[in-house]
T-cell receptor
Framework: GQNIDQPTEMTATEGAIVQINCTYQ??????LFWYQQHAGEAPTFLSY??LDGLEEKGRFSSFLSRSKGYSYLLLKELQMKDSASYLC??????????WGAGTKLIIKP | NAGVTQTPKFRVLKTGQSMTLLCAQD?????MYWYRQDPGMGLRLIHY???????AKGEVPDGYNVSRLKKQNFLLGLESAAPSQTSVYFC??????????????FGDGTRLSIL
């Protein structure tokens, strides 16, 4: 079967750095997405990785290792507005997105 | 910029009632999707459409029907609602998914409770 694993919840302090991990086992791989979802709102696109390595976008970076079936999202200089759920999704061999359950990130002052 | 618009935003139904959720997108996307999101679970694909007049089953299609009569609209129907269909429903749209990193764009969701 297809499986995406993420920690259920993480807590971090404002101004700090946090790394949210995602491991996956899917039938084929055509890219990995990270989305942010604030409570009661729609998921919004953060990043996309299809090749191994680090993609940086401002305070957010995303890393991919295809051989290990592993990705992480790195958030720097955390702000209170970063409190949200972060969803990892893998595009499988049929170009369908397989979604993880999401990681709820709590930011404390 | 409207993007993806879903109606209604909230609805309470009684078991056995029927209803239709509406989704409209103004980005000229070919693909449209209906997901449900339940606590502790990832988004699960109900049905999707690769273009006007076409629909296909996703991971959890039972109890739902869809139609895409116009490219910009994708309708999700519940013929006889059941309590297990209590969920948050999201519509999404995208360009062809084999075009690299084209993301899916989501509507604000419909919160549906079945009593």
């Amino acid at each position: 079967g297809q499986n995406i694993d993420q920690p259920t919840e993480m807590t971090a302090t404002e101004g700090a750095i946090v790394q949210i991990n995602c491991t996956y086992q899917t039938s084929g791989f055509n890219g990995l997405f990270w989305y942010q979802q604030h409570a009661g709102e729609a998921p919004t696109f953060l990043s996309y990785n299809v090749l191994d390595g680090l993609e940086e976008k401002g305070r957010f970076s995303s890393f991919l290792s295809r051989s290990k079936g592993y990705s992480y999202l790195l958030l720097k200089e955390l702000q209170m507005k970063d409190s949200a759920s972060y969803l990892c999704a893998v595009k499988d061999s049929n170009y369908q997105l397989i979604w993880g359950a999401g990681t709820k990130l709590i930011i404390k002052p | 910029n409207a993007g993806v618009t879903q109606t209604p935003k909230f609805r309470v139904l009684k078991t056995g009632q029927s209803m239709t959720l509406l989704c409209a997108q103004d980005m000229n996307h070919e693909y449209m999707y209906w997901y449900r999101q339940d606590p502790g679970m990832g988004l699960r694909l109900i049905h999707y459409s690769v273009g006007e007049g076409t629909t296909a089953k996703g991971e959890v299609p039972d109890g739902y029907n869809v139609s895409r009569l116009k490219k910009q609209n994708f309708l999700l129907g519940l013929e006889s609602a059941a309590p297990s269909q209590t969920s948050v429903y999201f519509c999404a749209s995208s360009y062809l998914p084999d075009r690299g990193g084209q993301p899916q764009h989501f509507g604000d969701g419909t919160r549906l409770s079945i009593l």
